[in-house]
């Protein structure tokens, strides 16, 4: 392992357990099918899936009483139908966003790895309850399985938001 790498891991190790919160607490989840298991914050809630695919629903507590957006961070899979190219599924779906969602403006478009796999993280503006929903979407294939792992929160909450969803994403595990 090369002196690079091995500090890269060792800043990557000690960083993400802060990003749960006060001493870096962290809750597993494991999909109900056993494919996939992610860390996340121990006030943020596993849901029923409430959409075809979804093998993960986290949903935030909310910053007040009177906060009405939840802010989550799901996960759905598909099966390939066909053989699948990343760039082409990526651009398809960001093309029917465009059709579907007024004012979606996509604001990024960078390539990643979630889990060890190439990755797509498209991130995205949106009109949204009089102010702005920032969308992210991890597009990545493994095996016979397209995964989109997503999250939306409000544009004034991005900085408390960001670093947890990211946590989350970056703590994502494969399982056979």
Sequence with gaps: MSILRFFTMMLLAAATPQAFGQGGDAVEFTSEDKSL?????????PSAPDRPGMIANLISPGDSEEDLFAERLNVIVVEKQEEADLDELVDRVKDSFRVRLEGY??????????????????VAHTPAQGTTAVSTQWFFIAGPRVYIVSSTWLVETEEKYRPLVEAMVNSLTLKN
């Design 105 to 122: 403006k996509p604001t990024s478009d960078t390539r990643t790895t979630v889990a060890g796999v190439p990755a797509r993280k498209i």
């Design 37 to 45: 298991s992610l860390k996340h914050p121990p006030d943020w809630t």
